[in-house]
């Protein structure tokens, strides 16, 4: 049972550098921006290690995607692990109920993750999630309506990114809609749990949560399993057609629940920190208003610029040696995406905001190898739709001024929690 493991918590030692002491991922300055530190560690310590996380970090592009691509050294195991050991009273919560997700996509290795793969991203395909345009245009437009009839200023993030993605998402599952709220606010709960450092009393409420998002989970998939519809979960049913040795019902209601969590909780974290960016560099904001962007090139660049996440974790599990440095079996390792995708030596003037530079699909905000999120398609989509509509109906729209900016405490998703505009 991944969450109760203590391998991505357990300490670890290594020598301590001035990158060591740079790179604090829970730092107010480094949440605020994280680019400026990682930017100057890469170019003069691409591989250090950081007593804080008990993991070596990673900086530059060709690492991180041979990191990637190596499962034969490392493993994905503990993508899902807590960062901070569970307390006992959260432990015993989440051990004494019915919570039991076993490692499948992406928290697995080969051999097994290939079955899995092929299962789980079969009702996933790209030609149904695209189809879900017309229901994307629809849910912007009533978000912005409802943005547009209160008064400003208006934040952003409650108004149009926090539900969006998971209104698309629910909708391709077959999730109620009223059932919205509770969903977002379990998967929120479980970002901080995974890879933030919450408190005892913190860890005891979410560990309350997760058993109650978990039984969510399953009663969803029971009336699927009694009411099959036209959804992701009543396909996922049909493909096992009553059989174990297809695919588990245990495994199934495993897989919905990450899905009810990571499928809309990046793509959350990538609109608002495209909008961030854009908003804040008005001569790319003005033109994309007068419709001279091709606005899948602004969505691929606000990928790379700014990534929903800019961390993600390895276990290594073979002996191994990355840039000169030997890593052991147990080391973790953890890989620092938003680096990558400014690395000077992939990406020219990287700092710089530039749909049209010709390698713009070459970051790794949504992974790379066998763990490529199958998600992308739809991400990119909404994405695009987002902008299209804003841009359109929003011309005039601005972050307030002074507007100081807060994010999700933690080591892996870059997450505003607010972004307060004006139009």
């Not at 920190?273 to 008005?282: E, H, I, K, Q, V």
């Not at 996440?309 to 953890?334: M, S, T, Y």
């Not at 100081?404 to 929690?417: C, D, F, G, M, R």
Request: aromatic share 8%; glycine share 6%; hydrophobic share 40%.
């Amino acid at each position: 049972m991944r969450p109760l493991s203590q391998d991505a918590s357990a300490p670890r030692t290594g020598p301590t550098t001035r990158a060591s002491a740079l790179f604090d991922p829970f730092s107010t300055a480094y949440q605020n921006d994280p680019h400026q530190v990682l930017g100057e560690i890469r170019e003069t310590e691409p591989i250090f290690f950081s007593p804080a996380l008990g993991s070596w970090v990673v900086t530059r592009h060709e690492t991180v995607k041979s990191i990637l691509r190596d499962t034969v050294h490392f493993s994905s195991k503990i993508v899902s692990d807590p960062l901070v050991p569970l307390c006992p009273h959260a432990r015993s919560i989440i051990s004494e109920s019915s919570y039991d997700v076993p490692p499948m996509l992406v928290n697995n290795d080969p051999p097994t993750h290939a079955r899995y793969r092929r299962f789980f991203t079969e009702p996933l395909k790209r030609p149904r999630m695209l189809a879900l345009e017309p229901f994307v245009r629809k849910t912007v437009n009533e978000k912005l309506d409802a943005l547009l009839a209160a008064p400003g200023p208006a934040d952003l993030v409650s108004g149009l990114t926090f539900e969006t993605p998971a209104l698309v998402l629910f909708r391709a599952l077959g999730i109620p809609e009223e059932d919205v709220p509770s969903v977002k606010r379990w998967a929120d709960s479980r970002m901080v749990l995974q890879w933030g450092k919450p408190t005892e009393d913190e860890q005891v409420r979410i560990a309350k949560g997760t058993v109650d998002f978990y039984s969510y989970t399953e009663a969803l998939v029971r009336r699927k399993l009694d009411a099959p519809g036209d959804d992701v979960v009543s396909d996922l049913l049909a493909q096992r057609a009553g059989s174990d040795e297809n695919m588990t019902l245990r495994e199934i209601t495993g897989t919905v629940f990450n899905l009810l969590f990571a499928g809309h909780e990046t793509t959350t974290t990538a609109a608002t920190g495209m909008f961030n960016n854009l908003l804040r560099n008005r001569p790319m904001w003005e033109s994309i208003v007068a419709g001279q962007q091709d606005l899948d090139a602004v969505v691929e660049e606000s990928l790379r610029y700014s990534p929903p996440i800019i961390g993600w974790r390895r276990l290594v599990k073979a002996n191994v040696e990355v840039l000169g440095q030997p890593l052991v079996v147990g080391d973790r390792v953890l890989m620092m995406f938003g680096s990558a995708n400014r690395d000077p030596e992939v990406f020219e003037e990287p700092e710089s905001f530039s749909p049209g530079r010709s390698n713009i699909a070459q970051h790794v905000s949504f992974g790379m190898g066998i763990h490529y999120c199958a998600g992308a398609p739809l991400a990119r989509l909404e994405l695009s739709v987002m902008l299209d509509i804003v841009s359109k109906r929003l011309p005039g729209l601005r972050i307030v001024d002074a507007h100081a900016l807060e994010y999700v405490p933690n080591t892996v998703a870059h997450a505003l929690k607010k972004l307060l505009v004006t139009w």
